[in-house]
Structures are given as structure tokens and as C-alpha cells.
């Protein structure tokens, strides 16, 4: 079956760098998403990987190893506004976008 | 301002009852998706919409209908709420559908069957 995994919660520190992993099982793979959902408010589009490889956008990079099903998105300068839960959603043969529960990250001062 | 639109916010409902959420879009986008989410599972898409017409089965459809009549607009209809439909539910549309384009969502509708 199609599964995604990522960790319920993480807890870090505002300035510090926080990694959050994401492992995946697609019928077939046509890219890794990460979403941003402040709670109560829609997910908002942060990053899409389909090379292998690290793609930095600021702040945020996300990074893709499509032979061990694995991404991840790494936080630097963590700020408080960046508390929110990030969604990992893999899109497989057939462009469907199967999506992880979301990890939860908690930012303390 | 572009984007998408759900109503009602919120929305508290007797079971058995028949609820029509409302979807709008200007962005001229050709796809659009009706997703449900709860608490401790990902998002699970419940109907789309290729394009004008056209309309498909997600992966949670039981329950549920859809029409797409025209570009802009995607309601979601449960013709006889149960109390397991309690959810926030997403629309999301995108500029084509079978790509890897990024989705838009809407803010969400909230709505509690009782």
C-alpha cells in the first residue's frame, strides 16, 4: 500500500535549526511536497522535490533521496511564527497526492 | 483578492440533514479537489474535478457528490449527514490537474454533525 511517516510533534528553540523527515511508499513517484498549516488556516505550499538532491528557498530547504523514499525539510533561524504543523505529501504514478498527518513543531523562546 | 472561497465558515448540523458546502475560485484554475481533515490522519481527498464537466472519485467519495458545472465553482453536497462526516473540510484547486503544479486551498469549513 501507499504510506507516508513523519513524526506526530517536535519541540525546538527559536534561533536554533530544526530537521523534520518524512519517509514515503508510492505506487510510482512523481515528486515530494511540503506544506505549511498554521492551525485553523489552510496548508500553504512551501517546497516540491523530484531530483535528489537539497533545494534551498531561503530559510526553509527541503531535500529529496529518491532511492530510500526519504525527504526532509530543514528549518534554520527558527522564529516563532514558524510554530505550525508541516505536511509531507508524495504524488505517485498516477499524480495523486498521498499526504502524511503532519508533524506538529512546537517553538519555544 | 485572488484565491478561493468556502462557505460557511462553520457550521453545526442535525444528522440526516442535507449540507451543500460552497466552493469558488477566480484564478481560472482547471482542477479543483474536495479534501477532508481529522485529527491524527493526513488529508484524504473525497472528490475532483479536471476540468469543467467533469468529476471524479477521491479516495473517501461514500457519502458525498459533487458537480462542476462551470470553471469557478466545485459545492460538495452530503445528501444525509452522519456523525462520522464531522471534519474540517478543504477545497484546493490547481492551474492543471495530472501535474506538479502546487495546490491552493481555500480556509476550510468546519462543520460538526450531531
Known amino acids: 500500500g501507499q504510506n507516508i511517516d513523519q513524526p506526530t510533534e517536535m519541540t525546538a528553540t527559536e534561533g536554533a535549526i530544526v530537521q523534520i523527515n518524512c519517509t514515503y511508499q508510492?505506487?510510482?513517484?512523481?515528486?515530494l511536497f511540503w506544506y505549511q498549516q498554521h492551525a485553523g488556516e489552510a496548508p500553504t505550499f512551501l517546497s516540491y522535490n523530484v531530483l535528489d538532491g537539497l533545494e534551498e528557498k531561503g530559510r526553509f530547504s527541503s531535500f529529496l533521496s529518491r532511492s530510500k523514499g526519504y525527504s526532509y525539510l530543514l528549518l534554520k533561524e527558527l522564529q516563532m511564527k514558524d510554530s505550525a504543523s508541516y505536511l509531507c505529501a508524495a504524488m505517485d504514478s498516477n499524480y495523486q497526492l498521498i499526504w502524511g498527518a503532519g508533524t506538529k513543531l512546537i517553538i519555544k523562546p | 483578492i485572488a484565491g478561493i472561497t468556502q462557505a460557511p465558515t462553520s457550521q453545526i448540523l442535525a444528522a440526516g440533514r442535507r449540507m451543500t458546502l460552497r466552493c469558488t475560485q477566480d484564478?481560472?484554475?482547471?482542477?479543483m479537489y474536495w479534501y477532508r481533515q481529522d485529527l491524527g490522519l493526513g488529508l484524504r481527498l473525497i472528490h475532483y474535478?479536471?476540468?469543467?464537466?467533469?468529476?471524479g472519485k477521491g479516495e473517501v467519495p461514500d457519502g458525498y457528490s459533487v458537480s462542476r458545472a462551470n470553471t469557478d465553482d466545485f459545492p460538495l453536497t452530503l445528501a444525509s449527514a452522519v456523525p462520522s462526516q464531522t471534519s474540517v473540510y478543504f477545497c484546493?484547486?490547481?492551474?492543471?490537474?495530472?501535474?506538479?503544479?502546487?495546490?491552493?486551498f481555500g480556509e476550510g469549513s468546519r462543520l460538526t454533525v450531531l
Open positions: 484564478m481560472r484554475h482547471n482542477a
Open positions: 474535478s479536471n476540468t469543467a464537466g467533469t468529476t
Open positions: 508510492t505506487s510510482g513517484f512523481n515528486g
Open positions: 484546493a484547486s490547481s492551474e492543471e490537474a495530472g501535474n506538479t503544479g502546487e495546490l491552493f
